[in-house]
């Protein structure tokens, strides 16, 4: 214990002298700048009360949501060869049910709504875990990076232990016969990180979703150098702390 407030207080000292080294930094370039702007003669002005420091932002690389950039594209390359003439996404990252209404018709809902105004795309409100829908509806669904919240309390939500499952019965129950949906969820070894999340083996998501079959799963392992391992073997689920499980299940009859 002793020693692992000891690495924290170690950070955060490293962090202090880093962001105060980025902030004179950040005063000398303002200065700097506004005399450069002065001598070009440039009509915008360079105000200090204006100022909206950015300090974080000077990396050798691009930085990004591996889990959100990944799954998102692998949807998308989903949807793009399915082709279905509506898709219904249930609290999905909102950033993929905009982009993929460019191209299918998207009817997106949320515990808490998004206030989306964009062609080809509705936003409305639902509970996961007492979906409105009527059952065997929906033929094209999604529901990604998720369930794994559901009881948690994160997002408001009420605490059930039992929220994942429920939700993972009403994502079947709506699901057409011949239906396609579309499940993410953090796998590797099984735990629940309170209230983030719960993290999965591969066989438990199969369980929740035993109603169904598995038509396609795809891994973003810890080592997303590699990128998605599409037609990836269940069995590097279990080499993974928190990979990122990309499922096409099919509803058979």
Known sequence: MILRVLRVLKRE???????????RRFKDEFHTFRKLSEAAGRSLSVLWEDRYPQLEDRTSTTEFDAHYVYHTAWA??????????????????????????????VRFYDYRPAALSLSNLTSEAADLTALHFDNETISSLSCMHTIEHVG?????????PQGDLAAARQLQRVLAPR????????????RICFNAHRIYSYDQVVAMFDGLAVE??????????????????????YQQRYGCGCFAFRKAR
């Open 179 to 190: 239906g396609l949906l579309l499940i993410v969820v953090p796998v590797g070894r099984p």
């Open 76 to 105: 998308s390359r989903v949807l793009a060869r399915t082709r279905p003439s509506v898709h219904v996404d249930i609290s999905s990252c909102v950033y993929f049910s905009a982009m993929t209404s460019a191209f299918i018709p």
């Open 216 to 237: 396609e799963f795809s891994l973003l392992p810890d080592d997303f150098s590699r990128g998605l391992v599409t037609g990836a073997s269940p069995g590097m689920v």
């Open 13 to 23: 000292f490293h962090a202090s002298r880093l962001n105060a080294q980025r902030w």
């Open 152 to 160: 948690l309390g994160r997002y408001g939500d009420t605490l059930d």
